[in-house]
């Protein structure tokens, strides 16, 4: 089968076997590990076809429409970042916080003249606090009033600054995952879109929150697993044409080792991971998930290049490369608390008998500091686990995808905007249209991978589960009160699944071929009512985004248009 007929035969969100697949059906802009090899070397041409992944190579097309892309979400996100005026929502807390990390190393109580008792994990905070030091950050409250290192701007734009750089380096890393998973530059884009115009993401993008830190480095931890997958899987390929042979016991039967073959990637991915959980605890949910996405993707290597205890080489081989990865993250988590570690005043960082003279902490260096942490995290844990005051905005894991109860992060009604009364609102709300989606999408996306037996629809689930199953499970069991924003580090890979249905359409299998130029002719509509179609649901969400983006970036409006967009009464108001 020649290049151009593989191509052809299956579109970008085809199966894993299938060949490369560019923005042109007829003649791919990307090539393979596999089609570059020599066609020597008696491996098979289906053994070629699965190691196939896409060619670590600078393509300049690819990246000149991922610019476009980012450029669009870092306009939308910086634009207008300083509005509105004073700390919003949970800024009031967040904003503070990381500024008492830039000036003291650890969370403080300018009031009380002592530190703070906080329960998330310092990094999300300190990613804050950078922009607060580049840009700038006053609190009339304390008496603060610090220009920036870099440039002085408007202080919401120190705190917000951060959150506004990552959000849209998380859609370029979506971009480029997409375009990784699916084997085309157009859906990777159409997924870095998609993300780039959600009012959840934006919202959360031009907020001085933690959740869009925890999105972009879980994102990011998966990204690297995908890049160790295709880094393995080149490995087998180039020792199969070099002459390995599969099946022969131990070390013979396995690609030669060294330093440079190390799963960088995978270790790589532990660090990410261990950052995503110095963000918030619930990055844990993640681990299983990724853990058994290695070692079902290592076996599947190994199947496929024909070894004859895949499970119990892969036990051998990549589990202790797995522990290192743990501790890795473990690392990576202590690592962050050093402000807390290598100083003495930080909450219950050392004894103190009028501050805390139940708490069993210690004096001794290291293991007493370490200890303290442990007792600190305990505490912590106390209080998430018991978490279950109301909230006027709080919600149910089920109402989440349905926008049941979306939360407003600010509201004004003062100010001239022509009308007899105005509105200013920040609501968290994801794009309807595209949110709607998901639902329907998941359950395409389960049927799809059992029809093909695609990997990728596989791995798409099982992540968007991490992010949201565990969530089900707190709230049947105790009924902790939660928001609508925990669904944050799922979002990427729900709207992976939307990317993957979108392929499906648009790009339906085509035929063999010694097929009839008539059939020939009737896949070639489908596939261009399918891009229609497809095209349209883009069109779609970018025009309903545009109808809310007033309530996404608090502008002025009417309050008829404000209330307008107020679909669901009960629970958007």
Not at 520 to 537: K, N, P, S
């Amino acid at each position: 089968m020649t290049q151009a007929s593989t191509a052809h035969s299956a579109g970008p969100a085809g199966p894993e076997h299938s060949g490369p697949d560019g923005d042109d059906p007829q003649r791919p802009t990307e090539t393979t590990a596999g089609d570059s090899a020599a066609s020597g070397g008696g491996v098979p041409d289906i053994v070629r076809r699965r190691l196939a992944t896409v060619e670590a190579r600078l393509d300049g097309r690819s990246w000149l429409a991922t610019g476009v892309i980012v450029a669009i979400a870092a306009i939308l996100r910086f634009v207008g970042l300083s509005h509105p005026p004073g700390k919003i929502f949970d800024e009031t807390y967040y904003a503070r916080d990381a500024w008492a990390l830039v000036d003291k190393g650890v969370e403080w109580n300018y009031k009380d003249g002592g530190p703070s008792y906080v329960v998330h994990p310092p990094l999300g905070k300190w990613l804050i606090g950078l922009g607060e030091w580049a840009f700038g950050y006053s609190d009339t409250e304390h008496g603060i009033s610090v220009p920036g290192h870099i440039v002085t701007t408007a202080p919401e734009f120190g705190w917000r600054f951060s959150a506004a750089l990552v959000g849209t380096l998380s859609v370029l890393l979506l971009v480029r995952i997409g375009r990784r998973l699916f084997r085309s530059t157009l859906l990777g884009c159409t997924a870095g879109l998609l993300l780039a115009l959600d009012g959840f993401h934006l919202v959360l993008s031009r907020t001085a929150l933690l959740d869009i830190f925890l999105l972009f480095f879980v994102l990011a931890a998966f990204g690297a697993l995908v890049l160790d997958r295709d880094s393995r899987r080149r490995r087998w390929a180039r020792a199969l044409d070099a002459g390995l042979d599969p099946t022969r016991p131990g070390r013979a039967g396995r690609p030669a080792g060294g330093w440079r073959t190390w799963p960088w990637w995978r270790l790589a991915a532990g660090v990410l991971l261990g950052c995503a959980c110095a963000v918030k605890w619930s990055a844990l949910y993640f681990l299983p998930a990724f853990a058994l996405l290695v070692l079902l993707w290592e076996v599947g290597v190994r199947r496929s290049a024909g070894v004859r205890r895949p499970w119990r080489d892969t036990a051998l081989d990549e589990l202790p490369w797995m522990v290192v990865a743990g501790l890795l993250l473990v690392v990576t988590y202590v690592a962050t608390w050093s402000g807390w570690l290598l100083g003495d005043e930080g909450y219950y960082r050392v004894p103190d008998a009028q501050r805390w003279p139940t708490a069993p902490l210690s004096d001794t260096p290291v293991i007493g500091a370490l200890h303290n942490l442990y007792e600190y995290h305990k505490a912590a844990y106390g209080f998430h686990s018991t978490l279950d005051d109301p909230h006027k905005y709080q919600s149910w894991p089920w109402q989440w995808l349905l926008l049941g109860r979306p939360v407003a992060f600010y509201w004004s009604g003062e100010g001239a905007c022509g009308a007899p009364s105005c509105a200013s609102e920040i609501l968290l709300l994801g794009t309807p249209l595209l949110w709607w989606s998901f639902l329907p999408a998941l359950a395409a996306l389960a049927w799809l991978g059992l029809a093909r037996r695609d990997w990728r629809a596989g791995a798409i689930l099982l992540v968007a589960g991490a992010g949201l199953l565990p969530w089900f499970w707190f709230a049947l069991d105790g009924g902790r009160t939660m928001f609508s924003f925990y669904t944050a580090p799922a979002l990427p890979f729900l709207v992976l699944a939307v990317t993957y249905v979108l392929g499906a359409i648009a790009t339906p299998g085509g035929p063999p071929d010694d097929t009839t130029t008539a059939l020939a002719e009737t896949t070639a509509d489908r596939r261009l009512v399918g891009g229609v179609i497809a095209g349209a649901y883009v069109l779609l969400v970018a025009l309903c985004f545009a109808y809310f983006y007033p309530i996404f970036v608090a502008e002025l409006i009417p309050y008829d248009e404000w209330s307008a967009r107020m679909w669901l009464d009960g629970r958007w108001i």
